[in-house]
């Protein structure tokens, strides 16, 4: 009988359940940490939690009165919900299309290459609480000079900045529309910022670079392809699975340092309101999931996977 | 008046004519292309220059600011004149957060402790990420998403029930039936290695998509060739597929090391010591150094802060520096990718 049921056992079945026994450690894991926890958070979120003295709380359900409060009574939530998601969806295309250039940038031999690479990575290493801090500090400490740069950005964002307010009547003068110009200040004047989130994006890209065979440029460059069209025909497609892998990425780390999270955290830490800190990290983790799933079905219709 | 207009006619023929000289001779055109090209070049690689070290000059900064002032003595400090380099350097600084860091020690079982995650993270994030690139099961679709859900969820939408779960650890109830209660894992590193070992430790869902996107750009050709010459799945899987993987191997050890070295967050949920994690120690330094050598003023405890920080700062910049190397290595070792 078992020699016979093993016999049937076809080869979809024996290669499923090894795909399985693959992904079997992260399974359990999820089940256990991450799925059990959502659904205690959707509980919290739906109760009033209290602390107990000597450990453990207690649930007393509420219904929906914690989503009912954040949306009708709260005074800052949908407004900062909203100011961060628009925030995320002028940053996602920047910080994208940054990180891809500067890696072909990179990519090239130059003297210096290495050491260039570290500091584009600095960001990313000294995104520690401790560090941050200390770095905003030596910002805000050193006048003139070095951090003037990015002060000068940030006046000018505010309207201040002289020279940055020539450019924009300068551009208004050309007929451009005003949201564009806009876009384009905006984007100018949080340029640290969008430096500091693209390390990750930038060593993403790099590895994808190099990981396109040479043979294929070689092809092009026989046909006689200009370095324009190597880029569209050969780079870009070749890239563009590692666009989207970029793009969660940095969807996330934008929510993960919004003012959302910090808002449900004092909630649930200073103001010990754990019920309605989780109807503020659900909302938006659920805003944040419908943002990736449009944007990725938008690019995975496009992108090529070369096996 | 005239004559200047005149003369000016005269050089712009004279350029005119020049210009269609040298447009008719052919005999030199080759060294004229080549003159454009090199121009071409020049200009191109002046704009490269120009924007790399624009942009290192942003991300440097506040670096060179840290660095420097945690080389300030008082004097230098309080003299506005001083900027950038002071004029007294000292390195009192650093002896004292040397000393309340514990920097040799503390480093030490920092690092240990995040190389060991490292490599957990490295083989069972590697190993999901193949198990979804390349086999078919059911509910496949379903379970990447909860990969990328995963991703997507701030680790404070779970980081209560977490807590709770860790403070009062069982495995359906096995140890409690061996020793009577359940186990306290809070105030020791286990928790982490435990949640990394499931995969679902720091970042781990990134580093899955990042496998899982990599292993699906390989050709299929590599593993049908295996299997027709007698491989078995493991062994494929380690010999072959991994050796493949190398690029993306080493690019997810120096994002999962350096996020650990750096991580707070999961430090201070869990209670892990300070003296495991370094970056959770520095947040304390500058109140510890204030307290017990009793300096008030703010501005000369952030100098010592500073120094904390480069020293915080060293090893993980040396460690990606040495990386950096095997990196580019590992990519040309593994030229046949794709």
């Given amino acids: 009988m078992m020699k016979r049921n093993r016999k049937r056992m076809s080869l979809m079945t024996k290669r499923s359940i090894t795909g399985y026994l693959f992904i079997l450690p992260w399974l359990i894991g999820f089940i256990w940490f991450y799925a059990r926890s959502l659904f205690m958070s959707v509980q919290f979120s739906l109760c009033e939690l209290t602390v107990n003295p000597g450990g453990g709380y207690t649930l007393d359900f509420t219904g929906f009165d914690n989503y009912i409060y954040a949306f009708r009574v709260h005074g800052t939530f949908k407004q900062i919900l909203t100011t961060s998601i628009g925030n995320m969806l002028i940053d996602v295309p920047l910080i994208t299309f940054f990180s891809l250039f500067m890696a072909i940038l990179l ?48 006046a ?43 390390g990750v994006q930038i060593i993403i890209f790099i590895a994808a670079l190099q990981s396109i065979p040479g043979s294929m440029y070689e092809v092009a460059r026989i046909e006689g392809a200009t370095a324009y069209e190597t880029f569209w025909k050969v780079t870009f497609p070749m890239v563009l699975p590692h666009i989207i892998t970029n793009v969660v990425y940095t969807v996330v780390d934008s929510f993960a340092d919004s003012d959302v999270v910090d808002l449900a955290y004092d909630t649930a830490f200073t103001n010990n309101n754990y019920g309605l800190s989780s109807v503020m990290s659900l909302t938006s983790t659920v805003l944040t999931c419908l943002i990736l799933v449009i944007i990725c079905r938008f690019i995975q219709k496009r992108t090529f996977y070369y096996n | 008046m005239e004559k200047a207009e005149q003369k000016q006619k005269f050089s712009l023929k004279a350029i005119q004519d020049k210009y269609q000289e040298i447009k008719a001779d052919t005999q030199f055109a080759n060294d004229r292309k080549r003159w454009a090209s090199n121009i071409k070049k020049f200009i191109l690689g002046v704009f490269r220059l120009v924007i790399i070290v624009g942009i290192c000059y942003v991300i440097l900064g506040p670096v060179i600011g840290i660095i420097s002032s945690s080389f300030f003595s008082d004097a230098d400090n309080y003299n506005t004149m001083v900027y950038l380099i002071p004029q007294e350097p000292t390195l009192e600084r650093y002896q ?36 979804f690139a390349r086999y078919k099961f059911p509910l496949k679709n379903l379970l990447f998403a909860c990969v990328v859900v995963m991703i997507v969820i701030p680790t404070h939408t779970i980081m209560l029930p977490l807590y709770m779960s860790f403070a009062k650890f069982d495995v359906f109830g096995i140890i409690k039936l061996l020793k009577g209660s359940s186990v306290n894992l809070l105030s020791t590193p286990v928790p982490m290695y435990i949640m990394t070992f499931f995969g679902c430790g720091l970042r ?44 993306s191997v080493i690019t997810v050890a120096i994002f999962s090391m350096v996020w650990q070295y750096n991580d707070t967050f999961y430090a201070k949920l869990f209670l892990i010591s300070d003296d495991i994690v370094i970056s959770k120690k520095i947040s304390t330094i500058q109140a510890t150094i204030s307290n017990v050598e009793k300096i008030y003023d703010p501005n000369i405890q952030e100098l010592y802060l500073d120094a904390g920080v480069v020293l915080i700062m060293i090893p993980i910049i040396i460690i990606y520096v040495a990386l950096q190397k095997y990196f580019i290595e590992g990519v040309e070792r593994s030229g046949i990718v794709g």
Avoid at chain 1, 122 to 143: F, H, K, Y
Avoid at chain 2, 114 to 119: C, G, I, T
């Fill in chain 1, 107 to 154: 990519n090239r031999k130059f003297k210096g290459r290495t050491l260039v690479r570290a500091i584009f990575f600095l960001p990313v290493i000294l995104n520690s609480g401790a560090i941050l801090d200390a770095m905003e500090l030596a910002r805000t400490m050193m006048s003139g000079g070095i951090s003037s740069a990015s002060a000068e950005m940030a």
């Fill in chain 1, 156 to 198: 000018a964002s505010s309207g201040n900045g002289a020279s940055i307010q020539y450019y924009i009547q300068m551009f208004s003068a050309l007929g451009l529309p005003d949201s564009i110009i806009e876009y384009i200040s905006g984007a100018v004047s949080r340029i640290s910022d969008i430096i500091n989130a693209s």
């Fill in chain 2, 96 to 131: 004292l957060a040397i000393k309340y860091l514990d920097y040799g020690k503390t480093l030490i079982s920092s690092l240990a402790y995040s190389l060991s995650l490292m490599l957990i993270q490295v083989f069972i994030c590697s190993m999901v990420g193949y198990g």
């Fill in chain 2, 204 to 247: 781990s869902g990134l580093y899955i998509y990042i496998f899982n996107q990599f292993f699906r750009g390989l050709p299929k050709e590599i593993e049908e060739a295996a299997f027709v010459d007698g491989a078995g799945t493991w062994y494929t899987y380690f010999r072959i597929m991994l050796v493949n993987a190398i690029p």
